[in-house]
């Protein structure tokens, strides 16, 4: 997955670890919780979400499920 994914651009935080915002995604998308009931193992929740918000204007989730095909 790491081709696929965004680089680190400078201006965010860590970005190092995408496994874990993605199991975040997901978990969020399974379970419909809130963002702010996040089990803090996928990293703080904002963090996440503020993933989750830009990976598709950069066509990060694009890429992804076409690698998948």
Excluded: S
Excluded at 25 to 43: C, G, N, S, Y
Aim: proline share 7%; glycine share 8%.
């Amino acid at each position: 997955m790491r081709p696929f994914l965004p680089v680190r651009n400078g201006r965010c935080g860590r970005w190092r670890d995408h496994r874990q915002v993605i199991d975040g995604i997901l978990h969020r998308v399974r379970t419909e919780a809130q963002w702010q009931d996040l089990p803090k193992r996928f990293r703080p929740w904002k963090t996440v979400h503020e993933h989750h918000r830009l990976w598709p204007g950069d066509g990060a989730w694009e890429r992804l499920l076409q690698a998948k095909e």
